[in-house]
T-cell receptor
């Protein structure tokens, strides 16, 4: 079974600084997708960024980018120029190709200090 | 579009009571699913459906029933609530098939079983 591990239960960053959240996963599949979801205090799950395993280029979305290391099965999220609104729980998730089922990590709570 | 809606937002039950958590989407998505989120855990898949009339079990299906009579609705039933079912429940939907579309999450239902 696929597993997703987020080794940092909590992280903090100063406003305007850069922070990296870690995620590793375990799979024997070659076709899969990886996601980072943000969950603010409102509890709404918001997609931050997605990465297709077949793409070598790392995905970017404005201040958010990933470092996808396929051989190491690592998928970290970098947040640049951190803003107070970035404070939230961040979940890494995996989905096998051809399946809609998401497997989530346990999350990292990010605090942004002014 | 309203997106994915869930009702109620919050519910208190006594052990042994039954209830139905409602989920609806107006995006004509084939795929719908239910997750539960417990403290210190990521989201875990309860049940899912790839289309009307088709449902299947996820990672933690015990104690829950689902049915999918229409494309729009995917209710989750607790037949005899237990304190272990105290959790936050999320419904999600997406297009299904080859294109691995992003899943959209509802706002969640917080359930407390006494």
């Amino acid at each position: 079974a696929q597993t997703v591990t987020q080794s940092q239960p909590e992280m903090s960053v100063q406003e305007a600084e850069t922070v990296t959240l870690s995620c590793t996963y375990d799979t024997s599949e070659s076709d899969y997708y990886l996601f980072w979801y943000k969950q603010p205090p409102s509890r709404q799950m918001i997609l931050v960024i997605r990465q297709e395993a077949y793409k070598q280029q790392n995905a970017t979305e404005n201040r958010f980018s990933v470092n996808f290391q396929k051989a190491a099965k690592s998928f970290s999220l970098k947040i640049s120029d951190s803003q107070l609104g970035d404070a939230a729980m961040y979940f890494c998730a995996y989905r096998k190709g051809g399946s809609e089922k998401l497997v989530f990590g346990k999350g990292t709570k990010l605090t942004v200090n002014p | 579009n309203a997106g994915v809606t869930q009702t109620p937002k919050f519910q208190v039950l006594k052990t042994g009571q039954s209830m139905t958590l409602q989920c609806a989407q107006d995006m004509n998505h084939e795929y719908m699913s239910w997750y539960r989120q417990d403290p210190g855990m990521g989201l875990r898949l309860i049940h899912y459906s790839v289309g009307a009339g088709i449902t299947d079990q996820g990672e933690v299906p015990n104690g829950y029933n689902v049915s999918r009579s229409t494309t729009e609705d995917f209710p989750l039933r607790l037949l005899s609530a237990a304190p272990s079912q105290t959790s936050v429940y999320f419904c999600a939907s997406s297009y299904s098939g080859l294109y691995q579309e992003t899943q959209y999450f509802g706002p969640g239902t917080r359930l407390l079983v006494l």
